[in-house]
């Protein structure tokens, strides 16, 4: 599919797309990058999209999925915001646990800290990680928990750490 064909049939559907991916995240600004998103992965499957008989039906059902996916990250991101302390959600410095974090997967094993990086930084989905690393998917879901318990462990070593010196200061 070549450019001019991929205007008259896809990208003319970007203002239908938009209102769909906007009746599911309530919020303009995230369904137009959501919008951006889905057109982009559209352009990069260009020549499967060729075998598809129903474009738009097609990219409808991409938006809809990328739209429900990205409501259950920020359901489970609540979810786990409830469930921690009303101080730790009160943090003030997300940027130095971030910063962390980063630096904890740095030190994990190759294939874990592959993994991990591709999955919860840049937010590939599994079947992508199969394909670009070379593993099979039950080794990746494996590197991944591993990888994901690891972090877990150390920050809460550290945030216990730092608890205990807070508590010491207040006496």
């Given amino acids: 599919m070549n450019q001019e064909t991929f205007k008259t049939t896809v ?3 970007k203002d239908r797309l938009f209102r769909f991916a ?4 309530l919020d303009q600004d995230d369904a137009f990058d959501l919008v951006q998103e889905v057109l982009l992965k559209l352009w990069e499957s260009r020549v499967e999209l ?5 474009v738009e039906a097609y990219a409808m059902r991409m938006t ?3 739209a429900l996916n990205r409501l259950n990250r920020e359901g489970v991101k609540a979810k786990y915001m409830g469930q921690l302390d009303q101080d730790m959600q009160q943090e003030k410095y997300p940027a130095l646990t971030r910063e962390l974090i980063l630096k904890m997967v740095d030190r994990l094993p190759e294939k874990q800290r592959l ?5 919860d930084i840049e937010e590939y989905e599994i079947a992508d990680i199969v394909t670009l690393v070379g593993i099979d998917e039950n080794a990746v879901r494996v590197n991944l928990s ?3 318990n690891v972090v877990k462990a150390n920050l809460t070593k550290v945030f216990d750490y730092e608890e ?8």
């Fill in 22 to 25: 906007n009746r599911f995240l």
């Fill in 164 to 171: 205990r010196r807070i508590r010491a200061i207040k006496g």
């Fill in 146 to 148: 591993r990888a994901r």
């Fill in 50 to 54: 060729l075998k598809v008989s129903n």
């Fill in 115 to 119: 993994v991990m990086y591709l999955r």
């Fill in 11 to 13: 990208f003319i559907l």
């Fill in 64 to 66: 809809k999925n990328f």
